[in-house]
């Protein structure tokens, strides 16, 4: 895994963005934003790439918004 400056900004900012949710998810009680940010906060330290990321990244903020237009 490449601990690069530019890669651990990255993943810091995916992480931010998946603790807010999980935060969110928690306090709310809604399940699709609290495994939306247990799954960016995974993501952000399991994927040694940028790119593939903010590609998974952005799968799991897109399969919460499917879930939550789906009402769930």
Do not use: H, T
């Not at 960016?40 to 990321?53: D, E, H, R």
């Amino acid at each position: 895994m490449d601990f690069s400056a530019s890669w651990l900004m990255a993943s810091m900012l995916v992480s931010a963005v998946g603790g807010g949710f999980f935060l969110y998810g928690k306090k709310q009680s809604r399940l699709p934003q609290l495994l939306c940010g247990i799954a960016l906060i995974a993501g952000s330290i399991f994927v040694p790439s940028i790119p593939w990321m903010f590609a998974s990244a952005a799968v799991a903020i897109v399969a919460m918004v499917s879930a939550l237009r789906m009402g769930a």
